[in-house]
């Protein structure tokens, strides 16, 4: 069964940085679109942030902006988000998802996936 697993989640502080990794189970990422999504409680999925294939396109939300960077490795087949500054308005569940019919990520957040992870909890807090 194809599959993404995120991994990296947790508790931290405010001002903590966390490490997400998004990992693709029997398909190769590299021809996929990746985006980051998350879902706090009581309210809807929003899209975070998102590559292309070659890592030469990427797109951020306003709120993440300068504070995340999400980046590939495709030899490990792997997409990591990593998150600096956190705050607690970051707390959530973070979803990865795979997307194999787009090129860029110029309106990642409205694509139609393909694949999507189980999702990791992430809580910032004091």
């Known amino acids: 069964q194809l599959q993404l697993v995120e991994s990296g989640g947790g508790s931290v502080q405010p001002g903590g940085s966390l490490r997400l990794s998004c990992a693709a189970s029997r398909f190769t990422l590299d021809y996929y679109v990746i985006g980051w999504f998350r879902q706090a409680p009581g309210k809807e999925r929003e899209g975070v942030s998102c590559?292309?294939?070659?890592?030469?396109?990427?797109n951020y939300a306003d709120s993440v902006k300068g504070r995340f960077t999400i980046s590939r490795d495709n030899a490990k087949n792997t997409v990591y988000l990593q998150m600096n500054s956190l705050k607690p308005e970051d707390t959530a569940v973070y979803y990865c998802?795979?997307?194999?019919?787009?090129?860029?990520?110029?309106?990642?957040?409205?694509?139609?996936?393909?694949?999507w992870g189980q999702g990791t909890q992430v809580t910032v807090s004091s």
């Open positions: 998802a795979a997307a194999r019919k787009y090129y860029y990520c110029s309106d990642y957040a409205r694509y139609e996936y393909d694949y």
């Open positions: 590559i292309n294939g070659s890592g030469g396109s990427t």
